[in-house]
């Protein structure tokens, strides 16, 4: 991952980033086999490369019109009593990518909100 931020991508994780990471109230295999449904069924979504064993994900996101290709880098670990996930969307050609990635991003992000309870959150 970066170490910081750069123009045209989006990076949640802890430290320098365009957003922090909400802690979830499950463990990190758990949270990553989550994100990983929700970003698997996003139309032109496919994996790109995957490691369980190291919690990490790499999937690949194709725009609607002419197929450029954009990247998110997961990884899921263990935090302050939960889990959390760093994300890095990118696009892979260009300099700016119009917010697309960081609406995808924060778009999983809700949808995996609606699966797992975040720490410390009301139940």
């Known amino acids: 991952m970066p170490e910081a931020p750069r123009k045209g991508g989006?990076?949640?994780r802890t430290g320098p980033?365009?957003?922090a990471p909400p802690i979830f109230d499950?463990?990190?295999?758990?949270?990553?086999?989550?994100?990983?449904?929700?970003a698997r069924g996003t139309?032109?979504?496919?994996?790109?490369?995957?490691?369980?064993?190291?919690?990490?994900?790499?999937?690949?996101?194709?725009?609607?019109?002419l197929g450029f290709p954009d990247y998110t880098s997961v990884k899921a670990v263990p935090e302050a009593g939960g889990a959390a996930?760093?994300?890095?969307?990118r696009q892979r050609f260009g300099v700016a990518d119009m917010g697309v990635n960081?609406?995808?991003v924060?778009?999983?992000?809700?949808?995996?909100?609606?699966?797992?309870?975040?720490?410390g959150a009301p139940t």
């Open 10 to 12: 989006w990076l949640v």
């Open 17 to 19: 980033a365009n957003a």
């Open 26 to 38: 499950t463990d990190p295999a758990t949270l990553l086999s989550a994100f990983d449904e929700i």
């Open 43 to 65: 139309p032109r979504t496919r994996v790109l490369f995957e490691s369980p064993a190291e919690g990490r994900v790499t999937y690949v996101t194709r725009s609607a019109w």
């Open 85 to 89: 996930l760093m994300i890095w969307a």
């Open 102 to 104: 960081r609406k995808r």
């Open 106 to 119: 924060e778009t999983w992000m809700a949808a995996l909100e609606e699966r797992l309870p975040r720490r």
